[in-house]
């Protein structure tokens, strides 16, 4: 753990590899088994990543729970910890990953195998340099990255999720709330089968995490 940042911390929120359950909008290009195998290494990724930024502990919040053999391999494997999502959407959930964590928080998900770990320890930069928040936008109108000293209400609630205005929605309600926004490097996320097939072509598939 580097030196100063003793109580910052990474939180990686998965979804379990099951077929039928994650990545549901790849299983025409993959197979439900496919998606699910693709659910598997990413989440392997983003948790490798998470640990080689080497700012603090890891905890794999998983969702629909924890016993499933791909989360309990990756805590043993790893030595993360692993924690329950609660219900609710996607907002309710990173900010109960917040609302659960003393310190800075830097929050990724799977779906940005793009993400490195200096994009990590350059959200945690921003947020110990004054920065309320940081993300990391993605090229659909979301996000793959947000970091935070504390759990930060105006930014989760209400956001009409899973639509292009995600970011632009975040913004308009930190400008509302007096919260400063650092914007770090644009991401893509691997959603539908052209994320796939850029996934592909970018060469991250030649990582043993990918298939």
């Known amino acids: 753990m580097a030196t100063g940042r003793a109580m910052s911390s990474v939180a990686v929120l998965a979804k379990a590899p099951v077929p039928g359950f994650a990545k549901t909008r790849l299983i025409p290009r993959l197979g439900a088994e496919g998606a699910a195998d693709l659910q598997a290494r990413l989440t392997e990724r983003a ?18 729970e924890t016993s499933h053999p791909a ?11 692993l924690r329950v999502q609660p219900e609710g959407d996607i907002g309710r959930r990173m900010l109960a990953a917040f609302e659960a964590t003393a310190g800075p ?10 993400l490195r770990p200096d994009d990590l320890r350059a959200s945690l930069n921003a947020v110990e340099g004054g920065a309320d928040a940081a993300f990391s936008p993605a ?3 979301g996000y793959g990255l947000v ?6 209400p105006a930014l989760f609630e209400g956001v009409p999720w899973s639509t292009g205005e995600v970011m632009s929605e975040t913004r308009a309600r ?4 007096a919260l400063s926004l650092a914007l770090l490097d644009p991401v893509w996320d ?22």
């Open 47 to 64: 948790v490798a990543t998470a640990l080689a930024a080497g700012i603090g502990p890891v905890t794999l919040w998983c969702a629909p």
């Open 71 to 81: 989360f309990l391999a990756l805590a043993q494997q790893f030595g993360v910890t």
């Open 105 to 114: 928080l830097v929050l990724i998900g799977t779906d940005c195998p793009v």
């Open 139 to 141: 090229e659909d109108g």
């Open 147 to 152: 970091a935070a000293a504390r759990a930060l």
């Open 174 to 177: 930190a400008a509302e709330a």
């Open 190 to 211: 691997v959603d539908m089968p052209q994320d796939y097939d850029r996934l592909v072509a970018s060469g991250l598939m030649r990582d043993r995490r990918l298939p």
